[in-house]
């Protein structure tokens, strides 16, 4: 697995957040956490670097030695991290309860989603906020698919957020009685984030294979 | 709960890898023999032990009394990142295989995720400090279990014709789902009856 | 190979079948459909056909055996399809799984469906009133009650209002009066229903002496060999024996193994599941571990556990901890000295 | 009379087909109108060639040099002209130079009496030189050339001698027919051994189908005052072996050191018949058996004579034949042309019927563990090929590859019908490719 390619990355990070993919409700919430602390970690830290560094050339995401980037980049994710709770638990307390002792992990979901932004030595923000931010929709893609898949599978049912008349849930009637409750459970998502990693390194190496379908053929 | 019921519930039944899902990638994804594995093991007993009685003093002596409740996930993250940091510096020769191994500076960001959830578990759960210990080790213990069997998986696999697309790190994830479903069958339940017995 | 063990499951299901009548046809046939049908998806788009080596049909088999006969058809089909696509085919197929593929697709049915896993039918000729159950199942129903126990199993379900067939109460009866009573002693009812397999339960594990019919041929054509059956069946008989009684109250000795052993699952796992070759430990000193290891298992699941029987969650717990214990049993010293002749 | 101290494990049983009646006795086998002799008859490099096309060539003569010390002397088998010297290929498909003779002259040493000439008076190196310049080979099936084995390091006498009488091969009873008919000659044999290696324990391993010798050989100990003991070893396939018969006997010959030796009881006679009667190892005893064979037996066969007469000698065979080998059923060859020459190596020919040579399809392993049980050496074949088919020789190396003797009781004892043994052997190629 080379360490620092973005698809290793993406489904490292995945792994604690599996747990909450049981209600694609959950899923959405953890995502929007995610995404919401790696873009700011992200800028805090591009902002930081530059502060603290004076009026030298373009400065890199990491001044100073990897242990101070490191210690910043705990610093901040954490606090953020700290405040998404914060500010769900405020808005919606189910929505706090249900994701548990998996929103603290966000600020490791983040650190390692964060963590090697390839070539963001000496670029400008909109290049690292758009890397991020990439990662970040890779990232709550692949949860909601897997929430997909697992709640409507093993529940039946796929829980969103109740607007309006709409009550928040799709009921799948004819699952729903006898629903594969077996993918709700940890075993489950296991064995969907392994399905996912093999089905997304199967595309890659396929586009790898024959970048734009054509010139593959010389 | 009586110390057997700790020890029960976060070695088999909340097992930290397989019901919690935490700290998955060193046991999935390392590479090394059965001795990385065991030095996996070694290393998350320790930090988990030491984060659980950490986040134990941390919590009850500091946040809570202050009122920092909402300061919970920055100390606790400190608290584990520190401690693994200096525990990597401690046994680096003891693990030197697994980290090369790995060539990633992210295991013990890994292991953090298992470090960390274990310091929320134990605080959530109102823990005294010896039983956080126990708490630790025994999560250590289950850790080290489902590594040891995984890497023996792992090492059977590694010289058959697996379908390419699944080969390594994805073929890992579903042998620690079929773990994970075949570890349901120790549930509170059972763990009740057995102790209750 | 795999066809001859397929064989000597046909008399037990021959039985079932008997028993519980056409329901048990379709559960068997569309657990072996479905597990015929996910091998063929799984392996003609690779362009390899392996039906020939007669696995999964094996798989679709043994799944089918494990069910209740009322289980409604999508159950089974799932079990088999999970059975042979995830736990079997994402490993590449026969040989390099290490999870033993029916065991893990009834595990999942388990896991999955707690209810129609228990939808018993009465055999036929059997008792009809009180709820159909197999015994097992009824006397982990009393010993959970509360309330003074008899010493054994058959007593205890006796005395709950567990009633066996009238067939049973005639032939006891018969030889009760002619042969035993000079002797002194009467068998308890419900004896010959249970001996027999004249009982509620899973299809293919009703019946022990036409499962044991099977095993002495497996054995005795070498199929698979002996330590692991003994060992397993050793140690749960005398765990039984010993600590079985702990549970309902009846203190040391009283757990009256003989009747665990007679309930078919156990037999089923024994002789025809955990020996499988490709997910049991390979050197005998690791089978005789293994046996032991399964012994323990199942008979913590099946006195404390919650999860069916006991036997298909021990036997996936075991493959588990299998290939640990081929590393540690194959520490042998490599071969003598010296090159080629 | 003394019984194994410690069973080997491991090996198997296949049904051996004892087609040749056991009393049959050992008829000579015609001498060959024409015989193609392979310099290469032995472990190690191929002789030179001393002679040209044209030349006339007596029985016996040497036409072969031993090129270095890993090499042994090759003589002409038959009188005649030596018509072609070129590459041949052998039946274990390597190739190297052969002398084809056509029969002609008449034969000066066959069938007469010999001499029985005086040894005892002979130091160490004058034997180990008559016995080299006879090109005597081991014929137990390892063909290392029998004075290099022989000769000690001066002053140090070897802790064990055995004479080897057990079957390497199932179904091949060429040596039980040789302890039959030349008893006393191998005991001769065995005294020179004897004289050589002053060995401490010299041991007469005979396999369970010979046992009834046991009387003959023990008469025999006795009336030459021979300090040997008799032993009765299972003749279950490998256990005839070097290593396994030590291991049976309870002394465990540990690799390089030279304590233990081996000799096969033909070795022993073609000692005898080299230092004795001066005559160099041209022929020897060999089984030919198989259902599709109509008179099986043993022969005593000039080196050179090719298999198809040879066969025909034997009978001929029956429409049903499928698959010729030459060696034992368990590790000989399978021929491709009946014109391969019988050589020094060659320990039997057995033919197979249709059903036994088909090739079946391969099944993927199912780990059942029978070829750990089968493997006496202790490995576990399965994993060694798996890690040989992925490229991984080096792994299979440190898990004990170069202890494999490839004796076949793996892909015997196979369900699956894998090739174990023929990859096996590529694996061990592409060591000693890397290696070499």
Not at chain 3, 172 to 185: A, Y
Not at chain 3, 246 to 269: C, D, K, T, Y
Not at chain 4, 211 to 222: G, S
Not at chain 4, 233 to 261: D, F, I, K, M, N
Request: hydrophobic residues 50%; aromatic residues 6%.
């Amino acid at each position: 697995m080379k360490s620092e390619d973005p698809p290793a990355l993406l489904f490292l990070g995945l792994c604690p957040a599996i747990a909450v993919s049981v209600r694609v409700i959950d899923a959405l919430w953890m995502s929007a956490g995610v995404m919401l602390v790696l873009l700011l970690s992200g800028l805090a830290m591009e902002l930081l670097s530059r502060e603290s560094s004076g009026n030298e050339a373009r400065h890199s995401f990491d001044r100073g030695s990897p242990a101070a980037r490191w210690m910043r980049a705990l610093v901040v994710t954490s606090f953020l991290t700290a405040s998404f709770e914060a500010g769900l638990l405020a808005l919606a307390p189910a929505a706090s309860a249900a994701l548990g002792i998996y929103a603290p992990l966000i600020a490791v979901n983040c650190l390692v989603l964060g963590r090697g932004m390839p070539g963001t030595h000496n670029l400008p923000t909109r290049r690292t906020v758009v890397g991020l931010l990439g990662r970040g929709i890779g990232f709550a893609a692949s949860l909601v698919a897997i929430a997909l898949v697992r709640e409507a599978l093993g529940a039946g049912t796929i829980t969103l957020f109740a607007l309006g008349g709409f009550g928040g849930t799709i009921v799948i009637p004819m699952l729903v009685e006898q629903p594969l409750r077996a993918l709700g459970f940890a075993g489950g998502g296991l064995l969907c984030l392994g399905y996912l990693v093999a089905v997304s390194r199967a595309i890659s190496r396929r586009a790898a294979a024959n970048p734009a379908g054509g010139e593959a053929a010389q | 709960m009586s110390w057997a019921a700790i020890i029960l519930t976060f070695a088999l039944v909340d097992n930290v890898i397989l019901s919690r899902l935490l700290g998955v990638w060193p046991a999935a994804g390392a590479r090394g023999g059965m001795r990385a594995a065991a030095g996996v093991g070694g290393f998350m007993a320790v930090l988990m032990a030491g984060s659980a009685v950490g986040g134990w003093a941390l919590d009850s002596q500091v946040l809570v009394p202050l009122g920092f409740t909402l300061l919970r996930t920055p100390a606790f993250v400190f608290l584990v990142a520190s401690l693994a940091l200096a525990l990597q510096a401690f046994n680096g020769r003891f693990l030197p295989s697994f980290l090369r191994v790995t060539g990633v500076s992210i295991p013990e960001i890994g292991i953090n995720t298992a470090g960390l959830g274990l310091v929320l578990i134990a605080t959530r759960g109102e823990y005294s400090a010896p039983e956080s210990l126990v708490a630790g080790l025994a999560a250590g213990a289950g850790y080290f279990l489902v590594t040891a069997m995984m890497t023996a998986i792992r090492e059977r696999l590694e010289v058959e014709p697996v379908p390419r697309a699944l080969k390594g790190f994805p073929l890992q994830l579903i042998t620690a789902g079929l773990m994970a479903y075949a570890f349901m069958a120790f549930d509170r339940a059972f763990l009740a009856r057995v102790l209750g017995g | 190979m795999t066809w001859l063990v397929g064989l000597c499951l046909l008399p037990a299901a021959g039985w079932g079948v008997f028993l519980f009548g056409t329901p048990a046809l379709i559960v068997l046939a569309v657990s072996i459909a479905a597990a015929i049908l996910a091998e063929l998806a799984s392996t003609l788009p690779f362009g390899r056909f392996t039906l020939r080596d007669g696995s999964a049909f094996l798989t679709g088999f043994i799944v089918g055996l494990l069910m209740p006969a009322g289980a409604p058809a999508c159950v089974p089909a799932a079990a088999s399809a999970f059975a042979i696509l995830v736990v079997k085919q994402s490993f590449g197929g026969l040989g390099r799984n290490w999870m033993n593929p029916a065991m893990g697709g009834v595990v999942f049915a388990l896991l999955s469906w707690p209810g129609p896993m228990s939808q018993w039918i009465a055999p036929k000729g059997g008792a009809v009133q009180g709820a159909v159950m197999p015994p097992l199942e009824a006397l982990r129903a009393a010993m959970a009650g509360p309330g003074a126990k008899e010493t054994t199993p058959l007593a205890i379900l006796s005395s709950s209002g567990f009633t066996f067939s009238d067939l049973d109460s005639q032939v006891l009866g018969w030889i009760n009066t002619h042969v035993f009573s000079p002797m002194g002693i009467s068998l308890p009812p419900g004896t010959f229903d249970v001996l027999i397999g004249h009982v509620a339960g899973g299809i293919g594990i009703v019946s022990v002496p036409l499962l044991m019919l099977g095993a002495w041929f497996l054995l005795f054509r070498g199929i698979i060999r002996w330590h692991l059956p003994v060992m397993y069946l050793g140690t749960f008989a005398i765990l039984a024996a010993v600590f079985g009684g702990l549970g309902s109250g009846n203190g040391w000795f009283a757990g009256g193994p003989g009747f665990h052993l007679f309930s078919g699952s156990l037999v089923l796992g024994a002789f025809f599941v955990a020996p499988d070759p490709v997910t049991s430990p390979m050197t005998n000193k690791g089978k005789c571990i293994f046996g032991i290891g399964l012994g323990t298992l199942t008979f913590f699941l099946r006195f404390f556990g919650s999860l069916g029987d006991g036997v298909a969650a021990s036997i996936v717990l075991g493959n588990c901890a299998a290939p640990l214990l081929d590393r540690w049993t194959s520490r042998r010293v490599t071969g003598t000295q010296g090159g080629a002749a | 009379m003394t019984y194994p101290t410690k069973l080997p494990r491991g090996g198997v049983d296949p049904p051996a087909e004892t087609l040749v009646p056991r009393d049959s006795g050992i008829t000579n086998a015609a001498v060959p109108s024409r015989a193609l002799i392979p310099l290469l008859q032995h472990s190690g490099k191929p002789a030179l060639c001393l002679v040209k096309p044209g030349d006339r060539v007596k029985e016996g003569m040497l036409i072969g040099n031993a090129d270095g010390s890993r090499s042994a002397n090759v003589h002409a088998t038959i009188p005649g002209i030596v018509v072609e010297v070129g590459e041949h290929c052998l039946p274990t498909g390597e190739v190297c130079t052969a002398v084809a003779i056509e029969l002609g002259g008449e034969f000066e040493t066959s069938g007469k009496p010999r001499s029985r000439r005086e040894w005892e008076s002979l130091s160490r190196l004058d034997l180990l030189e008559r016995i080299r310049r006879a090109g005597v080979v081991g014929l137990g099936g390892g063909s290392i050339p029998t004075h290099l084995k022989l000769a000690i390091p001066p002053g140090s006498a070897s802790s064990i001698f055995v004479a080897n009488g057990v079957e390497s091969e199932p179904s091949i009873c060429a040596d039980d027919a040789l302890l039959r008919e030349k008893p006393s000659d191998i005991m001769e044999g065995l005294r020179i051994c004897q004289a050589l290696l002053t060995p401490a324990r010299t041991v007469i391993a005979l396999g369970e189908q010979s046992e009834d010798l046991v009387p003959e050989f023990e008469r025999l100990v006795r009336q030459k005052g021979i300090k040997a003991d008799v032993a009765v070893l299972p003749s279950r396939y490998p256990h005839g072996h070097e290593q396994l018969v030590l291991a049976a006997l309870g002394s465990r010959s540990p690799a390089g050191e030279q304590s233990a030796t081996v000799l096969n009881v033909a070795t022993l006679y073609a000692i005898f018949e080299a230092v004795i009667l001066d005559k160099p190892l041209i022929e020897r005893v060999l089984t030919v058996t198989g259902s599709p064979v109509s008179h099986p037996r043993n022969l005593k066969v000039r080196f050179g004579m090719g298999v198809r007469d040879l066969l025909e000698e034997c009978g001929g065979l029956s429409s049903g034949a499928a698959k010729i080998v030459m060696g034992g059923p368990m590790r000989g060859v399978s021929v491709d042309s009946l014109d391969l020459p019988v050589t020094k190596v060659t320990s039997g020919i057995v033919a197979f019927e249709g059903l036994a040579a088909r090739p079946h399809a391969e099944l993927p392993c199912i780990r059942c563990g029978s070829c750990i049980e089968a493997c006496p050496w202790n490995l576990v074949p399965t994993r060694l090929f798996k890690l040989v088919r992925i490229g991984a020789a080096a792994a299979a190396e440190r898990e004990g590859l170069s202890s494999c003797t490839e004796c076949g009781c793996c892909a015997y004892s196979c369900p699956s019908r894998i090739p174990l043994v023929a990859v096996l052997r590529q694996g061990k190629h592409a060591l000693r490719g890397s290696d070499a």
